[in-house]
């Protein structure tokens, strides 16, 4: 049984005790924008504002004021995204000042992450690995290590747990 299906006393049925309502005198509403006048769905902008967009999609007009209600009732930038059908960047650019993640350390740079070189020794396998990037010829002890790790590899079909120096 679905939670949108759960017969829950005191809620209207249909809905679930974590319905995000939307005010429906009727079920459609023109509203005045500084672009002119929108037309919104008032019951779509619902179902989407509570994951039920399944095969359709918001007009933009519809999305914006389904991340706006969103957004009031605290939901993380992430699943407001989801739920209205939008990249993150489009919500940044819609409301610059609360499309962000909550924490910094959810934050996406776009980059890969690199373990520092100063890491990287010679007589292992990433230090096999620096050789090829710089454009190296690698050391004799690289290559060993490297030899280690790929029989390894081929033996238990990881590179988890290979030796990290040759032996």
Known sequence: MTTYDARVNGVPTGRHRGWIPVQLAVPTVWM????????????????????????????????????????????????????????????????????????????????RKVKPSSDVRCGTRRGYGRHHRRGETPCQPCKDANA?????????????????VAA
């Not at 359709?56 to 009031?72: I, K, N, P």
């Not at 280690?148 to 990290?164: C, L, S, V």
């Open 32 to 111: 005045a924008t500084p672009d002119g006048l929108v037309l919104l769905d008032l019951i779509a902008v619902e179902l989407a504002a509570n994951g039920l967009r399944k095969g359709w999609t918001l007009t933009s007009d519809e999305a914006r004021y389904t991340a706006s209600l969103l957004f009031e009732r605290g939901l993380p930038y992430s699943v407001i995204a989801n739920r209205v059908g939008v990249s993150g960047g489009t919500l940044k650019a819609w409301f610059p000042d609360k499309a962000v993640p909550a924490a910094p350390e959810l934050a996406r740079d776009g980059g």
């Open 148 to 164: 280690a790790a790929d029989r390894f590899y081929r033996k238990h079909g990881t590179y988890i747990g290979a030796p990290e």
